[in-house]
């Protein structure tokens, strides 16, 4: 059955960056501003469509190649609307970096693009083709600034990397596709119904190549290596496109890919994941303390917040994936805001991105101190911010599952982790300024930055509303 | 008694009035205003002591709202006789702190103030919480403002101090959340249970024995980093000494107590077959407390770190108090008299902590005077302040008599209490916790000696002022309670009577072998 309507936001976004695209040869430089608008209307018209074609039920279409459920929903509302905050927040970056050029918001826009069609697939190549096309927009942005030679290398690396884990899922996918002939998610779930899946060697077989694949684009340890370095190289504002939103799109692969079709085999890709995510929380904590670069600093700290993710994805139930999607969202929240603050403080041709950057944060500016704290405290998991409740969520919904000492392990190590939250805010609260320039940001930048760092208290005091979202999409699609 | 919200009132008017704070800046107006603020909420929780129903262990002033729907979790607020003096004694104490900063701070005085008041508001919420994760939010929560006041206005090694001081408690607290998820987890797959945090539930739950002992040892984790007992205490020395005075004053006054109510309404009656298990262990800490860290404080040559050695010599006291309980219905099995010596221990130790949080609040506050003026805590760089300072020294002198015992002070109140207490239950327990009254004495008197009495060391103390009318109002008050709780102390005990009570009952209560008292059940 055909049913094109399912796909209605996809068509009309990928028709807009088409009309944006040409729109913009016939543009000069001095009309970039208006490329920048379109992209973001066409991201909040987009997610306008996405918003009232939910329905609370599921549908197929595309001859069942796509779906559109409450889940997929939620994830294409948060992918577009964070998008448009980074958007916001990298027009400073570009301008002054010298960057202000349109295929920034071009290829992320084609990125979104992908997203949206993993976060909406029904069928494993589709869910591949979505995550070619935000990985090959990636590769470019984060080699995005070409004559900076880190820049170009990160590009290098996350492309090699990338091509391998993609080539891994895709291995895996074909091994499936011998076995059972089907790509359909609810095919394949039929087949994998009947198998006995810890007998099953070749399904086992396939099952590793496929949670390799993913647990990459987690950038969860041990396929974490790409993560440090890309975050280092790649321009700031690409940093924090690929530190927030992306990951919302892995978590959607998840629950397409391993969730749905294979739910039955969750003993075999649990334990993996297990491991991975322990490994994660463990190595990414750790490492984090030893770094001084911010930019660093973060990534090992998304390393530690995957395996959190994971940890909560594994367990296998409605509550555990509506655990991870509320992680999901709201970390992504914390850690645009996060680089929102090392974008703040660049200048003109200076990037902002150790930690001697933010010192006396609170003497430069207060109240951009205070934002920092609470997004830093959000991470960290301390109440009263939205952190905690996500990190409660994840614990509570691991212990269910009986895994009581994974779940201190992981508390144990937020204590670890806290403390390289903790010297950040010492750098920014205790430390004497090097730098006493003021801190100048246009304005819908700090009321955007604003309401961002709001949100962590907001969200922190009343969880509820984002959690009822969370785990009622979840319940009404999988 | 009228139906206002006064809970909600003393925990965001606070914090409320710090943002205000913080928003009118250091301009002008920011000490009068955080003054107004913390004298209104001091005011707003007199009605608490007022309207409150002594014949009753009932929660009161209750109010709830659902909140957390999917985890069950709910704005429950309430206090009984256990949490109402230790909210006056915050109200208080907030208070005394503004007025201790008002000359004395002169960077970013208004987010000092506020940090101050949102302290308050958050200490406010641990003491009201009826609902577990409320709790565990407030406990945590406090921590931030302590953070920022310690790292900000503190002393040379503040940083370290102050992510020590953390770190340590975040530690003990997040083993705490682990219980807590876990209790709630427990209490939906038990019959007749749903799944909540309210503490009264959690209360009533019925646990085995492993899942007590494991719970009761992060419990002990928890509240002994925060109380904080021997071996965990590390923190306390380094925090008290880098802290500004009012950081100090607040940590000992207020934030010790939290872990000794912590360890009354989660530990001893949500696991209480546990807690009759392990009660060695507590006392063995609290002892070692008493005796061990007392010695300690008699070495020291900073006058804060032998104050902050001296509190948690009392604290242990205090916890010695509360686990008194078991070893007391052991050794007189379960007659009247020994209901009313576990009550008496109880009580002993809850009037120790409010009697704790004046008296080492005075100490700081003396030694922050001193500090102001002639910038060292060093013991050696006093003697004969006397001389130049007599009213100062007069307070100070007696305060030091209410920190090592004094009859007619409130130190001696709850001291008393507990010793007479613990002949009951083991005449060596008794023996070694009477030995502070020696070896507190020893370590108080001789700071005196040192600092206050003597001929005039120096040039500097030569030129002291005595106090100033700020600091004279500011000591008398402390003066005015300490020796008011000493000398009558019945309008403390007596709201509390009821709560300790019905504690003590739900303490005895084994929940392995239902309907039987814990000593009986341990033989099984």
Not at chain 1, 375 to 394: C, D, E, Q, W
Not at chain 2, 299 to 306: C, F, P
Request: proline share 3%; charged share 10%; glycine share 8%.
């Amino acid at each position: 059955m055909m049913n094109i309507a399912i796909a209605t936001p996809e068509i009309f976004l990928l028709s807009t960056i088409c009309l944006i695209l040409l729109m913009d040869l016939f543009l000069g430089e001095a009309c970039r501003m208006v490329t920048y608008l379109l992209s973001i209307v066409a991201l909040l018209a987009t997610a306008l469509l996405v918003y009232s074609s939910m329905g609370g039920d599921k549908i197929t279409g595309l001859h069942d190649m796509y779906v559109r459920d409450d889940l997929g929903g939620v994830l294409k509302i948060s992918i577009l609307l964070l998008t448009v905050g980074i958007f916001v927040y990298a027009r400073k970056y570009l301008r002054e970096q010298d960057l202000w050029q349109s295929e920034f918001f071009l290829l992320s826009l084609f990125s979104v693009l992908g997203m949206m069609v993993m976060s909406s697939a029904n069928n494993l190549l589709v869910v591949y083709l979505g995550l070619e096309l935000l990985a090959l927009s990636m590769y470019v942005l984060v080699a995005f600034k070409r004559d900076d030679g880190r820049s170009t290398e990160a590009a290098m690396k996350y492309f090699v990397l990338g091509a391998v884990a993609s080539g891994m899922l895709l291995y895996g996918i074909s091994i499936l596709y011998g076995l059972s002939g089907k790509l359909d998610i609810a095919g394949v779930a039929a087949y994998v119904s009947v198998q006995n899946v810890m007998q099953n060697i070749p399904l086992l077989f396939a099952l590793v190549f496929m949670v390799a694949g993913i647990a990459f684009k987690f950038g969860a340890v041990p396929f974490h290596m790409w993560v440090p370095d890309v975050y280092q190289g790649a321009p700031t504002a690409v940093t924090m496109f690929l530190g927030s939103v992306p990951k919302l799109a892995a978590l959607a692969m998840f629950l397409r890919v391993l969730a749905e079709s294979m739910a039955v085999a969750q003993p075999g890709w649990g334990q993996m994941l297990l491991v991975f995510g322990l490994l994660s929380v463990f190595l990414g904590n750790l490492v984090a303390i030893a770094q001084f670069n911010l930019k660093r600093m973060l990534a090992y700290s998304t390393i530690a917040h995957m395996g959190f993710i994971l940890l909560g994805a594994l367990t296998g139930t409605t509550q555990g994936y509506g655990a991870a999607l509320f992680y999901t969202i709201t970390y992504a929240l914390t850690a645009a805001g996060a680089f929102a603050v090392l974008i703040l403080l660049s200048r003109e041709g200076v990037e902002a991105e150790t930690l001697d950057d933010i010192k006396g944060l609170n003497e430069r500016n207060p109240w951009y101190a205070f934002i920092m704290m609470m997004l830093l405290f959000s991470m960290a998991g301390i109440p009263p911010t939205v952190g905690f409740y996500a990190k409660l969520s994840i614990i509570d919904a691991v212990m269910q599952a009986g895994y009581l000492w994974p779940a201190v392990f992981m508390v144990v190590l937020s204590v670890i982790g806290a403390f390289y939250y903790l010297r950040a805010i010492k750098m920014m609260y205790f430390d004497k300024p090097d730098n006493t320039a003021p801190i100048e940001a246009e304005l819908d930048f700090t009321i955007l930055l604003s309401v961002n760092g709001l949100l962590m208290v907001v969200l922190g005091i009343f969880p509820s509303v984002l959690m009822g979202i969370c785990s009622a999409a979840v319940v009404a699609s999988l | 008694m009228l139906d206002l919200p006064i809970l909600s009132f003393l925990i965001w008017l606070p914090i409320v009035g710090g943002f205000g704070v913080l928003i009118v800046g250091d301009r002008f107006g920011a000490k009068q205003f955080a003054l107004g603020v913390a004298l209104l909420t001091f005011l707003l929780s007199l009605p608490l002591y007022a309207w409150f129903d002594r014949t009753t262990a009932n929660m009161q002033f209750v109010e709830f709202l659902p909140w957390v729907e999917s985890f069950n979790i709910n704005y429950h607020l309430g206090i009984d006789g256990i949490s109402m003096p230790l909210i006056l004694l915050n109200t208080f104490i907030t208070v005394l702190v503004v007025i201790a900063g008002w000359e004395v701070i002169k960077y970013r005085i208004s987010q000092y103030l506020a940090a101050f008041l949102i302290m308050e508001g958050v200490v406010n919420g641990v003491f009201a919480s009826l609902d577990a994760m409320l709790f565990y939010i407030m406990f945590e929560g406090m921590l931030i403002p302590l953070f920022l006041i310690i790292g900000i206005w503190g002393g040379a090694r503040r940083v370290y101090a102050t992510i020590k001081f953390f770190l340590y408690t975040f530690f003990g607290s997040v083993f705490l959340l682990i219980s807590l998820i876990y209790l709630y987890q427990l209490g939906g797959g038990t019959e007749g249970f749903t799944a909540s945090f309210a503490i009264a539930d959690l209360q009533k739950l019925p646990i085995g024995r492993t899942p007590q002992i494991l719970i009761f040892l992060s419990f002990l984790l928890a509240f002994g980093v925060k109380v904080p007992m021997w071996p965990v205490h590390t923190w306390l020395p380094d925090a008290h000494v880098e802290a500004p005075t009012g950081g100090s004053v607040i940590l000992a006054a207020i934030t010790l107590k939290v872990g000794g109510y912590a360890f009354l309404r989660f530990a001893l009656p949500i696991v209480p077959d546990a807690a009759a298990q392990l009660d060695w262990l507590v006392l063995f800490m609290s002892l070692t407390a008493v005796v061990y860290i007392g010695f300690v404080a008699l070495v020291q040559q900073d006058m804060k770190k032998l104050v902050a050695y001296s509190s948690i010599a009392h604290m242990g006291f205090v916890t010695l108090g509360f686990f008194l309980v078991y070893s007391i219905a052991e050794s007189a099995q379960a007659n009247s008299t020994s209901m009313a010596s576990a009550m008496l221990a109880m009580q002993g130790g809850m009037v120790q902590m409010v009697s704790h949080g004046f008296i080492s609040g005075a100490m700081f506050l003396c030694i922050g005077v001193l500090y102001d003026r002639m910038h060292t805590r060093d013991i050696n760089a006093y003697g004969g302040v006397a001389n130049r300072m007599p009213m100062f020294a007069a307070f100070f002198v007696l305060f030091a008599m209410a920190n090592t015992g004094l009859p007619g002070t409130s130190g001696f109140v709850g001291e008393f209490m507990v010793i007479l207490a613990s002949f009951k239950s083991d005449a060596w327990v008794a023996i070694l916790a009477s030995t502070t009254l020696i070896i507190g004495a020893a370590y108080t008197l001789w700071l005196v000696k040192r600092v206050i009495f003597g001929d005039i060391k120096n040039g500097e103390v030569a030129e002291l002022q005595d106090i100033s009318q700020r600091e004279f109002v500011m000591l008398a008050l402390l003066a005015g309670a300490v020796l008011l709780l000493g000398l009558w102390p019945q309008p403390l005990t007596d709201v509390m009577d009821m709560s300790i009570k019905n504690l003590v009952t739900q303490a005895l209560q084994s929940k392995i072998c239902i309907g039987r008292s814990v000593v009986e059940a341990c033989q099984l």
